[in-house]
C-alpha cells in the first residue's frame, strides 16, 4: 500500500509541474512584453528592427575588430589587415567594402544643433563651447529649452545662449508651453517674450533653414502659421539655394519611437502627413527634430524625405550620453551630419 501510494503522488507531480513551467512562462512572456514596450516608448530604439547580419558586419568591420585579428595572425599586420578585408569582400552578394569612401569636398562651413536641453545649463554650456571650438557659425536649439516653461527657465536658457557668442535660432519644444497654458494664456506667450516668434527662417551662405513650431500636442500647426510655410517654401523655389532644411520639435514621422507629431492627439498625424507631403514637393534635403531624447537617421518610407532626430543636452531621461549634432556643409551642396557626445 505504501508503495502505491508513492506511487501515486509520482504519478501526480508531472501534471503539477507542467502546469507550473506553462504559468511560469506566461507570466515570464508577459513582463518581457511590457518591458520591451517601455524601452520602446522611451527610447525610440525598436530592438526588432535591428538587423543582425548588418550589425555583425559592422562589428567584424570595426577598427578595434581588425586591430584584434591583426594580433593574432603570425605574418605581418599590413598583410593580416589585406587577408581579413579579401576574406570579407569574397562573400558574393554579402560583399563588405572597407575604406571606400569618396573624400569630401571642400567644406564651406559647419553649425550646431542642440536639442531637449531642459534645465541642464552645465551641458549646455559645454555642448555650445564645443560647437564653437569646432567652428560652428550658428546654433540652432530644438526645445524642449525649459522644464515646464516658466519665464525664469527661459531666460537662463537664453542667457547661456547669448553667453557662447554665437547667433542662436530656436523653436519651442511642448514643455516650454506648459507654464503659459498653466495661466490660461496663449501657450507660446512666454516663449514668445524671451525668444521671439515660435516659427521662422533664415539663411546662410547656400542654405535656407526653415524652422516650424510643432509643439503644440493639441492643436498642431494653426491655418496662419501653414500659410507661412507654403509661402516661404515657394519663396526659397524661385531663389538659387543649394540646400534647403526644416527643423521641427516633434517629429513628423519615426520608425520606431512614440515620440512624434500626433502621438497625443491622433488627428496630428494627417497634418504631419501633410506637411511630409509638402516638403517632398518642394525638395527638403532633411527634416531635423528632438524630443526623442536620442540620436538617429531614418527615411519616412512613403516618400522618402531623409530626417534626423538630434540626440538630448540634458542628462536625465537620457539612455544616451548628453549629445549634440554638427552638420557640415560642403562646397558643391552636400553636407553630412555628425552626432556628438559633450564632453
Same mark, same amino acid.
Do not use: C
Given at each position: 500500500? =505504501? ?8 504519478? #501526480? ?32 530604439? &525598436? ?7 548588418? #550589425? ?14 591583426? $594580433? ?13 578585408k ?7 552578394? $554579402? ?5 571606400? %569612401? ?14 531637449d ?5 552645465t ?7 564645443? %560647437?564653437?571650438?569646432?567652428?560652428a ?14 519665464? *525664469?527657465?527661459?531666460? @537662463? +536658457?537664453?542667457?547661456?545662449f547669448?553667453? #557662447? ?10 514643455? &516650454? ?11 507660446? +506667450? ?5 525668444f521671439?516668434?515660435?516659427?521662422? #527662417?533664415?539663411?546662410?551662405? $547656400? ?7 510643432? %509643439?503644440? $500636442?493639441?492643436?498642431?500647426? &494653426?491655418? =496662419? @502659421? ?9 519663396r526659397?523655389?524661385? +531663389? ?24 497625443? *492627439?491622433?488627428?496630428?498625424? &494627417? @497634418?504631419?502627413y ?25 527615411? *519616412? ?26 552638420v557640415?556643409?560642403f ?9 556628438? *557626445?559633450?564632453?
Open positions: 500500500m =505504501l508503495f502505491k501510494k508513492s506511487e501515486h503522488k509520482r504519478r #501526480s507531480n508531472p501534471v503539477l509541474g507542467i502546469f507550473r513551467v506553462i504559468l511560469s512562462l506566461l507570466m515570464m512572456s508577459i513582463l518581457g512584453l511590457g518591458l520591451f514596450q517601455a524601452y520602446k516608448s522611451f527610447s525610440g530604439v &525598436d530592438p526588432l528592427s535591428i538587423n543582425p547580419q548588418t #550589425s555583425l558586419k559592422k562589428l567584424l568591420t570595426s577598427e578595434s575588430m581588425v586591430d584584434l585579428l591583426t $594580433n593574432l595572425f603570425t605574418v605581418s599586420p599590413s598583410q593580416s589587415i589585406d587577408k581579413f579579401e576574406a570579407l569582400n569574397s562573400s558574393g552578394t $554579402n560583399k563588405v567594402e572597407l575604406n571606400t %569612401a569618396k573624400k569630401n569636398p571642400p567644406l564651406k562651413f559647419k553649425f550646431a544643433i542642440t536639442a536641453s531642459h534645465k541642464d545649463m551641458n549646455l554650456a559645454k555642448a555650445l563651447a564645443q %560647437a564653437k571650438q569646432n567652428g557659425k550658428f546654433v540652432i536649439g530644438i526645445g524642449d529649452l525649459s522644464d515646464v516653461g516658466t519665464p *525664469e527657465e527661459l531666460e @537662463q +536658457t537664453r542667457n547661456q547669448d553667453k #557662447s557668442g554665437l547667433p542662436v535660432y530656436t523653436v519651442p519644444g511642448d514643455r &516650454d508651453f506648459w507654464d503659459s497654458r498653466n495661466k490660461k494664456l496663449n501657450p507660446t +506667450t512666454n516663449f514668445n517674450q524671451v521671439g516668434n515660435s516659427y521662422k #527662417s533664415f539663411s546662410y551662405e $547656400n542654405i535656407r533653414v526653415i524652422m516650424i513650431d510643432n %509643439a503644440d $500636442n493639441y492643436n498642431g500647426l &494653426d491655418d =496662419l @502659421q501653414l500659410k507661412w510655410v507654403n509661402d516661404e517654401l515657394t526659397v523655389k524661385e +531663389t538659387n539655394t543649394k540646400l534647403l532644411f526644416v527643423v521641427a520639435d516633434l517629429p513628423l514621422y519615426h520608425p520606431s519611437s512614440d515620440h512624434f507629431m500626433g502621438k497625443v *492627439e491622433p488627428k496630428l498625424k &494627417d @497634418q504631419a501633410q506637411l511630409i507631403s509638402t516638403f517632398k514637393q518642394f525638395g527638403v534635403d532633411e527634416v531635423f527634430s528632438g524630443d526623442t531624447h536620442l540620436y538617429s537617421k531614418y527615411v *519616412e518610407p512613403k516618400l522618402g524625405i531623409k530626417m534626423t532626430t538630434v540626440g538630448a543636452v540634458t542628462s536625465e531621461r537620457n539612455l544616451q550620453n548628453p549629445r549634440y549634432a554638427m557640415d556643409i562646397e558643391d551642396g552636400s553636407y553630412n551630419i555628425e552626432d556628438i *557626445e559633450i564632453k
